[in-house]
């Protein structure tokens, strides 16, 4: 019977199991608040994602704030921030972590 990883607690139960793909973290960048790229010719070895971590946790509390929006493009991230159009006054910083399915 083929198995992926597998993963058992003290008592042989099963905790984790993958038995397809794991994904590959290829790299992490602080994000200070402003528009940005980075390229990775790594990320064509799969199925690119993105993960962002931000900083504190109570940013959204009085609603005057921006995440960024990511896109990825052949080896390249890319993310911006709502413009003027909105109300929003202070961008969210935190850490880019991407890689590869």
């Not at 990825?72 to 413009?83: M, Q, V």
Request: charge should be negative.
């Amino acid at each position: 019977m083929p198995a992926g990883m597998q993963c058992f607690d003290g008592q042989g139960r099963l905790t984790v199991d993958f038995t397809s793909r794991l994904s590959r973290v290829l790299g992490s960048l602080h994000i200070d608040g402003t528009a940005g790229s980075i390229y990775d010719p790594n990320l064509t070895q799969g199925e690119p994602f993105v993960s962002f971590q931000q900083e504190g946790v109570l940013y959204h509390i009085s609603g005057d704030t921006a995440l960024p929006t990511f896109t990825i493009s052949g080896s390249t991230i890319s993310w911006t921030y709502s413009g003027a159009q909105t109300s929003y006054h202070t961008n969210v910083k935190g850490w880019l972590f991407y890689g590869v399915r």
